[in-house]
Structures are given as structure tokens and as C-alpha cells.
């Protein structure tokens, strides 16, 4: 079974619907992102606020005792990144991160 490394240079999840071997690799880490607790928060907070930036994510998790350091907020949101349920944007000095279509499903979980 192929690994991440396999599939490094696609960008997008239609890449990976090209093959089985890829589709069954990006459904497994969208599921992975989707049910994980922090995760779904995130989700959650982004689908309600709209556009938001990492340090706004930040302080609101920090606040609610849901991760402790900037590092898990990080890893969370290149996870997130990774599945395609979220998308980063640079505006001057701030990351700001938007729903995409795959994130929207945070609207069905409950």
C-alpha cells in the first residue's frame, strides 16, 4: 500500500480520485481529520466565524482547554490542510483559513 510520500506532489483531491490506491489514501486521512475531537472544533468555530485567523483559532481554543500550545494548533491545522477541509490564506502578516467544500460537512457531525 502506497504511503504519504507517494502522493506528495498532488495539490488536489481530484489527484487523488485518479487512482484507488490514492482516493483510499485521501478518504482515510479526511476521515482522520473529520473525527478527530480538536479537529471538528476547529471545523466548527471556522464554519461558524467565517474567515478566521490562527491567532483568533488560538485564543479561542486556548480559552475553551481544548490544546495547550501553538505547536498543536499547527499540527491540526496542516492535518486539516492536508485533507483539503480547510485552505490557508496569506494576507500581510496573518494566516487566515476558510471552510472548502470537504470541510463543510462539520454542518452534518454532530
Not at 17 to 36: F, M, P, T, W
Not at 86 to 93: A, Q, S
Request: aromatic content about 14%; some cysteine; hydrophobic content about 35%.
Amino acid at each position: 500500500m502506497p504511503d504519504e510520500f507517494d502522493f506528495k506532489k498532488y495539490k488536489s483531491f481530484e489527484e487523488y480520485a485518479k487512482s484507488v490506491e490514492g482516493y483510499r489514501y485521501i478518504h482515510d486521512v479526511y476521515l482522520k481529520a473529520v473525527n478527530h475531537p480538536v479537529r471538528r472544533e476547529i471545523l466548527n468555530i471556522i464554519n461558524e466565524r467565517g474567515d478566521v485567523s490562527e491567532d483568533f483559532l488560538f485564543s479561542e481554543l486556548k480559552k475553551q482547554g481544548t490544546i495547550k500550545n501553538i505547536k498543536d494548533l499547527q499540527y491540526n491545522l496542516d492535518y486539516l490542510l492536508k485533507a483539503f477541509c480547510i485552505k490557508r490564506i496569506e494576507k500581510m502578516d496573518a494566516k487566515i483559513y476558510r471552510l472548502t467544500k470537504n470541510g463543510k460537512i462539520v454542518d452534518y457531525l454532530e
